[in-house]
Antibody, heavy 121, light 108 residues
Framework: QLQLQESGPGLVKPSETLSLTCTVS??????????WGWIRQPPGKGLDWIGT???????YYNPSLKSRVTISVDTSKNQFSLRLTSVTAADTAVYYC?????????????WGQGTQVTVSS | DIQMTQSPSSLSASVGDRVTITCRAS??????LNWYQQKPGKAPKLVIY???SLESGVPLRFSGSGSGTDFTLTISSLQPEDFATYYC??????????FGQGTRLEIK
C-alpha cells in the first residue's frame, strides 16, 4: 500500500530556508505513471498548491511562490523535496506531500499525513 | 488565476439529511473539478474527480455534478463520518491549481 511521509524541521527562523522531504514507500516512485506534489494549509485556512514534480525532474510551481520554491527528486531514495527560501510568518502551515496520476496532475489521490512548520524566531 | 468560490461556508445538518455544497468557478473550467473531504487533523481525501466520477472506495451516497462554472457535491444521506470540511479544486488552467475556501459541514 502506498505511503507518503513528510519529514523536516518543525521550526524555521524568519528569512531562513524551509526544507522538507517526502519519502514514498509501497509503490513505484520512478514510474512514468505519477506526478508528486506539495500543498500547504495555514492554520485555520484552506489549501494552497505549492508545486508538482515528475520523476524526470520536470516541475510546475505556483506563480505566487515561484521565486522562492524549488522542488527536486531523488529517485534512488524514493524521495522528493521542497525548499522554500526567505520564509516569513505567512509560511507557517501544515505541509502535505501528495501523488497525482500522470494523466491528471491536479488530482491528488494519495496524501501524506502532513507536517507542521512554524516560522518564528 | 481561476478563483473558486464555495457556498455555504458552513452548514449544519443531521444524520440522514441530504446535503448539497456548491462551488463556482470564476471562468469556465469544463468538468475539471475535484472534491476533497478533510477531517480535523487529517490530510484531505479525494472524493470526486472530473466533476462527477466517484473515487475508488468512496461511498455511493456521494455524488458530484456540474460543468462550466457551477458544480455541486451532494451527500444523499449524511452519516456521522461525513461531518468534515469539503474543498473543491479546479484543474483546468494550471498553474496554479486552485482550491475553494472550504465548506464546513457540522452536526446539527
Amino acid at each position: 500500500q502506498l505511503q507518503l511521509q513528510e519529514s523536516g524541521p518543525g521550526l524555521v527562523k524568519p528569512s531562513e530556508t524551509l526544507s522538507l522531504t517526502c519519502t514514498v514507500s509501497g509503490g513505484s516512485f520512478s514510474s512514468s505513471s505519477h506526478y508528486w506534489g506539495w500543498i500547504r494549509q495555514p492554520p485555520g485556512k484552506g489549501l494552497d498548491w505549492i508545486g508538482t514534480i515528475y520523476y524526470s525532474g520536470s516541475t510546475y510551481y505556483n506563480p505566487s511562490l515561484k521565486s522562492r520554491v524549488t522542488i527536486s527528486v531523488d529517485t534512488s531514495k524514493n524521495q522528493f523535496s521542497l525548499r522554500l527560501t526567505s520564509v516569513t510568518a505567512a509560511d507557517t502551515a501544515v505541509y502535505y506531500c501528495a501523488r497525482t496520476p500522470q494523466y491528471d496532475i491536479s488530482r491528488f489521490d494519495s496524501w501524506g499525513q502532513g507536517t507542521q512548520v512554524t516560522v518564528s524566531s | 488565476d481561476i478563483q473558486m468560490t464555495q457556498s455555504p461556508s458552513s452548514l449544519s445538518a443531521s444524520v440522514g439529511d441530504r446535503v448539497t455544497i456548491t462551488c463556482r468557478a470564476s471562468q469556465s473550467i469544463s468538468n475539471y473539478l475535484n472534491w476533497y473531504q478533510q477531517k480535523p487533523g487529517k490530510a484531505p481525501k479525494l472524493v470526486i474527480y472530473a466533476a462527477s466520477s466517484l473515487e475508488s472506495g468512496v461511498p455511493l451516497r456521494f455524488s458530484g455534478s456540474g460543468s462550466g462554472t457551477d458544480f455541486t457535491l451532494t451527500i444523499s444521506s449524511l452519516q456521522p463520518e461525513d461531518f468534515a470540511t469539503y474543498y473543491c479544486q479546479q484543474s483546468y488552467i494550471t498553474p496554479p491549481i486552485t482550491f475553494g475556501q472550504g465548506t464546513r459541514l457540522e452536526i446539527k
